[in-house]
Each structure stands twice: as C-alpha cells, then as structure tokens.
C-alpha cells in the first residue's frame, strides 16, 4: 500500500506539467448600453466586446450566441426540449408571448462582419473575422441588439412590468483545449461562458428598483436603495401588489466588474428591499442585498441573513467569496424555481423560512460551482450542482442538525423506520433510477438525460457521492482537495480529468473507482455478507463483491443491536474473508449509516452467532412504499370487485412491488365472489434481468393466473424491453411471447367452447412527449380447442396530436385476419365488444348473465376494431377512426369511425365523455336505425373503463 502511494505521487508533478500545457483561456470583455421599454417589452442596447485570442490557434470566426432567439417558434431546442420533458405551454402559446433577438449588424469598428445563423439553431450564428486572430492578438466587435422580451417559459422573461434579463445579449461561445462550445439555450441545461470584465449601463424609467450582477456605481441610487432597506417590510396583499405607472424620467445606472463571464439583471417598480453584510473568515466584508415582494413567503424579510450564512461557509467550506456582494431576488418567472448568476440569483417561490433558506443557500452557492469554477455545465452538469449541491446539504446539516426522511405528501411514510438519512435526501432517492435499470452515466450532456436523471443523478446522487467521499478520506482531508481544486481553478474551466487530479494529489488516494467507475459509468457499487464466524478473540466476515466498482465500503459491529465498532476497508473484486477482533459483539451490518451509494441493502445484515444469522421476521405495510434494509416487504391493499357471475368480490391484495424497483415482485389477490360463494382472484410473479447492452434493455419473465367467472386462465411469459429513447420524446417499444391455458369451469359455455391453448408473439411500441402520444400493436396467435386451431394476425396504430391548448386530434387504424377450423364466433375478430377469448381484460359481465343491466351489455373493450357502437365480426375485420376532443373541463370527444367485416360495413358519429376511469360513448348518427324514440337510442350508449391497481408504479417505469 505504501509503495502504491509513493508511486503514485512521484506521477503528479508530471500530470500537472501536461494539464498546465495544453490550458488556455480567452478573455471577452463588454461595454453594453441597453435602455428598457416597458411598454413594448423590449431591450434596445449596443454591445463592443474586446475579445482576446490566447489560445495558440490562430482564429478566423467566432460564434456566437444569440439565446432570445430560443423563445422565437416552435422549431428552437428549447421548444423541442420543453414539449418532450415538461409541457406544452411554449408551443401553443400566442406570438406575443415569444420572445427574440435582432437589429444585429456586427463591426469590428473599420467595416462590417459578415455573419450567419447556424444551420440548425436560430439562436447560434458564425461571425467571421475580416482578418485572421493569431495567438495573443485582440480584436474589437461591437453591434446594436433589440430584444423582445418572452412570457414565462424559462430564464429570460417578463410578467407584466416585471423584467428577467438573463442570458439577453450577444455572447462569445468559449473557445478552449476542446475547441468551439457553440450551444443552443436549453431549460435544462445550463452554460458555458469565458471570464472578462463587464461595464453596463442600464436606462430604465426612474421608478423601477434594479438588482443585477457587478457593482452599482450610481452613489445616489445605492443611497435610495440603503433608505429603501431601512422599511418595514410591507406584507404581500391579497390580489398583490399594484403596479405603478413608470415615470417619464429615465435614470441610468451603471454596473461594473471584473472576473465574471455572465451578467444579470432585474427589474420592478415594487421590490422591497433589504440590505445586511457579513465578514468571512479572511476578514473580507460582503455587502448582501435582498430584492423581493413577499409573494412566495413572509421570511423574505429575513433572506439577508440567509445570504449571509450561505457565503460565510461556503467560504469556510470551499474558499473565499471574491466579489464584494451579493444579492438575492424574488423573481417573477415560475419557470426553474431558481437561477444562479454572478453575484446575483433569482429564485421564484418560498415557502417557509428553512425552505427559503434552502434554495437561496444553493442558487447563491453557484457563485462557487459555475461562477467561480466554470466548468461546462452543459457537458458535465455533476461538476456545478452536484458539488453545489453536497455543500447545500452540509449547510442544511449545520444550520438545522436534522436530516429528512421521505414523505411524498401520502398519508404514511414511505421511508422505512431504519433508514438512516445522511443527506437531505435519502438512500432511496440516489439508488432510485438504478434499481430500476435506468440510470446512465451521471456525466452525459445535460440534454441526454431525461427529467428524471438531471435531478436524481446530477443533483442528488452527485452530492451523497461526495458525502461518501467525505466519510472515507475524512472532513479534514476531504476539506483540503475542496480548497486546493478553488484556489487552483478559480475563475477558470476546470475538467473533470482536473477535478480528480486535485482530489488525488491532495488525498494520497488514487481515485478511479470514484471519478471514473462511479461518475463516467453505470456501474453499482453492491456488496454482500456471507459467511460470519468467531475465531477465538477474533471475528471472520466474508464479504462478497456482487457490483461493479471495487470501492471502499463501511463494516460496523454492534452490541445489542447498537453500532459500536466501525472499519473502513478497501475496495475488491470477488470475494474477500476479513478478520476483526472479537468483543461482545451480536451483529454485523455493511454500510450501516448508509452513506455509500450500495445498491442492495438487504443483503448487508447478519447476526455473529445464532443458527439463522440473516433471516428476518416479516414486515408488513399498507398499499406500497420503499424498500429499505428489510428483506421480505410485504404491502396489503384491501380489495374489491364485481362482475355479472360472481357479483361482489371482497379480499386482499398482497404484493411486494415499491417505488424503487426490484428484478423479482409478486400480487397475489384472492377474493371471495359472494354470488357463488367461490374463491376467485389472481396471482401474478415476475422476474426482471437487467442486460447491459442497452438495445435490449431487459428481460423478464412472468406467470399469472386467474379465476373469474366460470374461467381458469394460466400464462407464462418472456418479454423483451427495448429503450429506444429519441431526443424529443420518450421512446419505449417490448416483444412478448406468452402461452396460456384457459379452462371453462361451466361446461358447456355460450359458445360451446370447450378448454383452449393459445400462444401469442406480440410487438408493441410507445411514444409520447407533451404534445403527441403513438402507439403501435401487431400480434400473432396461435389457437387449439381440442383437435382444431388457427391463426389470428393483427395490427393497430393508434396516435393523438395536441393542435392547440385546448383541441387535440386522434386517428386509429385496425386490421386483424383469423384463418382456422373454428365453427364458432368465439375467437372472430370484432369491432365492439368481443369476446375477449385471450381473457385480458375487466369485463364486468363475461357470461352475458344480464344480471349487471347496462354495466353488463354496455361495455366495449377498444382493443380490436376500436368501434363502439356497431359491433361487427367476422374473419377479417378492418377498422379506422377520427377523434376530436375539446380538453376543458370534462374533455369532449366526437369521433367517427367506419369498419368492415367480411363483407359487412358500417359507420358511426357519436360524443365521448371522459370521466376520468370511465369513457361514456353517445350515439350521434349510426349505419344501422336502432329503434324509434329515446330507448333505441339509449341502448347504444356504451363505455369502457381501465382499472389498474398498479397503473401509477407502471407509468413511473415508462417515464424513467
């Protein structure tokens, strides 16, 4: 171990010789005049830019970023982006509620520069030099920029009269050892920007209170803005706070600073203001500002003394605040919750006085991760809100010494009772995509990462890495690489090859299995106990490597089922026989305050002696929740049903299924049918294993069986999942293999069916963002009754389009053929109701009893020919549908549809209502006359409805 260590360290100087090499960073320097026109929403500014090439490239353009021009149409990353992750606002909203950038006309002070819009992106352009850069050379480019302010979407916008100026003016893309980071704006995804200094003047009428990033040199105006500080806070009234009229007399401010490569400003007539310092531990004094309304929460009166305790240990923790303030704003944008830029973060909502502190703690944070140490947060979003968001949690640690268990707003809690919560957010949370199979790398672009993954792996399970980390080296040690990696890459770019170079020098740790097993891949850290013995004064543990990453890991001993004794050991592959020595010991637990990120905890427990070291008595819970340390969850649901046969059913349903996900689960349902005094129910198993070639997502196999009115039904199946996942909307598609057995417990049936065998090979695939959803079915069977069979073959495309915020368009198109022995109608295909000889779905009066009325004959199932009011059958069966619905209330649809069977025709027109489980279907004008008068036609009103226990745990897996 020591040899190791020595050389390792004898490499460093020489790593460091490299990296110091092949670094460089340009300087962009701006002088901007921009003046406000509230009453069209827009900006009109001029824009020079001293702009120095200290690369050793010599270069002949620049890009250029021009991200007001995400907010123009429909055809934008950002429009892209928001309809595929989070809504449909942005693409069906009014043309005055888009935003833009334009009146560019770029000079470098002689003659006009020729320039571009990229070829894919509207808010990115190509301005080329009339001569060439060379290395260590300086030029000048200056234009005039008129900007259309956006309603709230994202970062740069407006409500009313109030202003957020971010990302709102022509910018340089960073240039480095990487070469050209030219980027489309992005919601979800951050930026990259180079240093230099800013001198901004800023005209707005008189009246209206500014916060922006840099220093305000305006004496007078930092004396009106102190005297503003000085009042009571004005509570937020009902209604809010009345906008002012704008003055007709302008004021100029003026801001300036240097060491930044972003800037921000605000601006309401309204702002309350408040204003505090605070002095950090190099004797530096910060002025701290707090710009706000109250709308969100009261405790914005108190948000100076939030700013200053977030800058004072984040100065502590990771080094010295730089600028002389900073300043904190209630934003008028729902849109992020919170934005950080230099010395100035907007956050859009409250809540209590910790809450508040919370998130004002991390958007000030990022004048460290992201202002200070400017990393490429587009490419490698681990490295700013993950650092960001370890120290948060440490703030939030020292601040209110409590760490929060997980409550979903359910009427329980879902955290098991011995879970023990290291971060603010728990085990459960970090491990959360991966026991699902869904994680990915954490260092992938920001872009590639669905919702889920941006906050669960590049926030939260980056930070409780880094607590991990902290516990192996040590606060002390750990404290040092964080001062070193700030005092060496402050106002720089650093890598991630940087960052670990940092922590290993400082450390004496080689650290691959973090940064690079841990961060760059999708490996598990997962270790297990086996075999525990005594040995004289000493105790053997055998602990098997079951992951992927040889990373340390935490043994701890306990006396009386209290920890006592804890070790550190060493990451290995394999398994590894560990001797400890003996005490007054009874159990032995991995990972028992759960600070690694181990992926299976149940298998981490074992007793010293005893005869059944690992068994544990069963846990029982209510309706679902998270699986914690315990190794047999059980959950009970109480349940009931009904059907025409066997008329109301009562039980229990017993499952394992929770909300993070595990490869083996069972239900198992009985009921008790009160009209035949009968014990019916299901039961259903399956096992998931997860494949590493992301193709093939996973495989997994089940059996169910059920028994309902009058049937028997057995299946097993193999499903393969396929993740096809697309930019700009979420892709899923499985091929499925099943055979099943049905037997009829009522001989002879309707139909005369006797028992059957059937296998089906069927295809299906999803998609869906906010403003489409597809989904495309095809399927063989393969049917025996006794000593006849057949072939039945199917497919159906079924796909609804938002037109706009309240219409949306559907088509559907079916056609199935049978080709068999049969004699019976049993197994033709139908455009209605069918017999649903597969017994798939809910169908409340299989036996055609009478005894459910309406309920009973009603019903129609929309998985062949999607009809629903003309129920025609046949052995080839073609079907296609319209609909259009009105989403306002209770959504309206009228549909039409037109089938054919054999040589039978038909068509419908009628009007659906949704009302949420149950879909009413009312006759307009149909192909066949139903009768005179209000009866006939009441006897075609028809409804289908889907009940599914788990349907919430199942549309979670789709979305991961």
């Not at 970062?155 to 009313?160: A, D, T």
């Not at 306002?888 to 549809?897: A, C, F, K, R, W």
């Not at 549309?955 to 991961?960: P, T």
């Amino acid at each position: 171990m020591k040899f190791k260590s020595l050389a390792f360290a004898l490499l460093i100087p020489f790593v460091a010789q490299a990296q110091e090499k092949d670094y460089f960073q340009q300087e962009v320097n701006y002088a901007i005049r921009v003046k406000l026109n509230d009453s069209l929403h827009q900006l009109m500014a001029t824009e020079k830019i001293e702009y120095t090439n200290n690369s050793p490239d010599t270069l002949h353009f620049i890009w250029f970023h021009l991200w007001p021009n995400a907010y123009r149409d429909n055809s934008t990353a950002l429009a892209k982006q928001l309809r595929e992750k989070e809504s449909n606002r942005f693409q069906f909203t009014a043309d005055k509620n888009r935003g833009w950038i334009d009146s560019l006309n770029f000079s470098d002070g002689k003659k006009p520069l020729r320039w571009e819009y990229h070829p894919k992106h509207i808010d990115i352009c190509k301005v080329y030099l009339n001569e060439p850069l060379l290395p260590g050379a300086t030029t000048w480019i200056s234009t005039p920029f008129t900007v259309k302010f956006p309603g709230d979407f994202s970062r740069l916008g407006h409500v009313g009269q109030s202003y957020q100026a971010t990302q709102w003016y022509p910018k340089p893309a960073v240039y480095d050892r990487d070469g050209w980071h030219e980027m489309p704006y992005l919601n979800q995804g951050e930026f990259y920007s180079e240093f230099g200094s800013f001198d901004v003047k800023i005209i707005v009428p008189k009246n209206y209170r500014v916060a922006a990033t840099g220093v305000l040199q305006n004496k007078e105006e930092i004396n009106w803005l102190t005297e503003l500080a000085k009042e009571e806070t004005v509570p937020y009234p009902k209604g809010g706070f009345a906008t002012p009229e704008s003055e007709t007399e302008l004021k100029t401010l003026h801001y300036k600073q240097d060491r930044i490569h972003d800037f921000a400003w605000f601006a309401d007539k309204r702002y309350q203001v408040k204003k505090s310092a605070v002095t950090i531990e190099d004797g530096t004094s910060v002025d701290t500002w707090v710009f706000y309304l109250g709308e969100t929460s009261p405790a914005w009166k108190d948000a100076a003394g939030f700013l200053d305790s977030a800058i004072y240990y984040y100065s502590k923790w990771v080094g010295p605040y730089p600028y002389p303030s900073a300043t904190a704003v209630e934003g008028p944008l729902s849109a992020g919750g919170g934005m950080e830029y230099p010395m100035v973060t907007v956050i859009s909502s409250g809540g209590s006085a910790k809450s508040l502190d919370n998130v004002i703690t991390h958007e000030i944070g990022h004048n460290w991760f992201y202002g200070i140490l400017a990393s490429n947060e587009r490419t490698e979003t681990w490295m700013d809100e993950g650092f960001n968001s370890y120290v948060e949690h440490r703030y939030m640690q020292k601040m209110y010494n409590e760490y929060n268990s997980i409550n979903l707003g359910l009427p329980f809690k879902l955290a098991p009772k011995d879970t023990n919560v290291k971060l603010g957010e728990s085990h459960f949370l970090v491990n959360f995509l991966a026991s699902h199979n869904k994680q990915g790398d954490i260092a992938v672009h920001a872009n590639d990462m669905t919702f889920f993954q941006y906050g669960l792996l590049a926030y939260m399970r980056t930070a409780y890495l880094l607590q991990y980390l902290e516990a192996y080296l040590g606060t002390e040690r750990f404290d040092l690489c964080m001062h070193n990696y700030f005092d060496t890459w402050k106002f720089k770019h650093p890598s991630p090859a940087d960052v670990q170079y940092i922590f290993e020098k400082n450390s004496g740790e080689k650290l691959d299995w973090f940064f690079q097993d841990l961060i760059r891949t999708e490996k598990q850290m997962d270790y297990g106990i086996g075999r525990v013995r005594t040995q004289g004064d000493s105790i053997r543990v055998t602990v098997h490597n079951r992951g992927g990453v040889a990373s340390p890991y935490q043994i701890v001993f306990l006396e009386k089922g209290e920890p006592a004794k804890a070790y550190w050991v060493n990451g290995h592959e394999g398994s590894q026989s560990l001797s400890f020595p003996n005490s007054a010991y009874n159990g032995v637990v991995l990972d028992y305050y759960q600070i690694t990120p181990d992926l299976n905890q149940r298998n981490n427990k074992s007793d010293v002696s005893g005869l059944f070291k690992r068994s544990e008595p069963l846990k029982i819970g209510f309706f679902t929740g998270v699986r914690g340390n315990e190794r047999s969850p059980v959950f009970l649901i109480p349940s009931v049903g009904v059907n025409g046969y066997d008329r109301g059913m009562f039980g229990l349903t017993f499952h394992n299924y929770s909300l993070n996900g595990r490869k083996f689960n069972y239900i198992i349902q009985p009921l008790y049918g009160v009209g035949n005094k009968e014990l019916v129910g299901m039961a259903h198993v399956k096992y998931d294993i997860p494949l590493p070639d992301k193709k093939i997502e996973k495989l997994r196999f089940t059996a169910q069986y059920k028994r309902f009115s009058g049937f028997e039904k057995i299946q097993p199946a193999i499903t393969a999942f396929f993740d096809g996942r697309k930019k700009d909307h979420t892709l899923r598609s499985f091929l499925q293999l099943t055979g099943s057995r049905v037997t009829n417990l009522l001989q002879p049936d309707s139909f005369g069916v006797r028992d059957y065998n059937f296998a089906t090979l069927r295809w299906v695939r999803k998609a869906k963002n906010h403003v489409f959803t597809r989904e495309t079915y095809a399927g063989l069977t393969y049917l025996m009754e006794g000593n006849t069979n057949g072939f039945i073959a199917e497919i159906q495309v079924k796909e609804t389009r938002q037109i706009t915020k309240k219409w949306s368009v559907g088509y559907h198109a079916y056609a199935g053929m049978r080709v068999s022995d049969f004699d019976n109608a049993f197994t033709q295909l139908y455009t209605s109701s069918g017999t649903d000889f597969q017994q798939e779905y809910t169908v409340l009066d299989r036996r055609f009893t009478g005894k459910m009325g309406w309920l009973g004959t009603g019903q129609v199932l929309n998985n062949q020919g999607t009809m629903k009011h003309r129920n025609l059958f046949g052995n080839q069966v073609a079907t296609a549908g319209i609909e259009i619905t009105r989403k306002v209330g209770i959504p309206l649809t009228l549909y039409g549809n037109y089938g054919i069977a054999d040589s039978l025709t038909a068509y419908e027109v009628g009007l659906g209502l949704n009302l949420g489980l149950m879909q009413v279907y009312l006759p307009i004008a149909i192909s066949d006359n139903p009768g005179d008068g209000f009866k006939g036609w009441a006897n075609l009103i028809r409804f289908s409805f889907k009940v599914d226990l788990f349907q919430p745990l199942n549309k979670l897996e789709f979305n991961l």
